[in-house]
């Protein structure tokens, strides 16, 4: 590869070292390359974005994180003592005298689930909301 067909390399900081020598050299006696990396050092200044103030950085996650709740500790355990729940109230409402077909129990507990998963997880966010 010729010289001057390195200077992107060059630019980027991908020239093995011995390379890197080589054209290093040849970098002072050609104009055309050191227009090039002239150009290409602007370039790369053009394209870098502004720094970002630093209060706005401090508003910006003073807004979007959140304060953790004790209840959001115990999430899992809660969830835990709400399946436990689910469980015990199919078990006492069952009828003991009565064989139950594994379909109909699933379509209830699908059903129940879902009202009293809805309603936990909107007393959590009323309780994170309060905290």
């Known amino acids: 590869m010729k010289p001057c067909e390195q200077v992107l390399l060059y630019a ?34 053009g394209l870098t974005p502004p720094a970002v103030p630093e209060r706005v950085i401090t508003q910006l996650f003073a807004r ?41 129990l699933v379509a209830y507990m699908n059903i129940s689930a879902d009202d009293e998963y809805a309603a936990f997880a909107q007393e959590l966010t009323d309780m994170e909301d309060y905290f």
């Open 12 to 45: 980027a900081g991908e020239l093995k070292a011995q390379d890197k020598a080589a054209f290093e050299k040849h970098l002072k006696t050609c104009p055309a390359c050191q227009a090039e990396l002239k150009f290409l050092a602007k370039l790369d200044e």
């Open 64 to 104: 979007t994180t959140r304060k953790k709740s004790i209840w959001a500790q115990f999430k899992w355990e809660l969830a835990g003592i709400a399946a436990a729940a689910c469980g015990a109230f199919v078990w006492m409402y069952l009828p003991a005298h009565q064989a139950f077909n594994a379909h109909d």
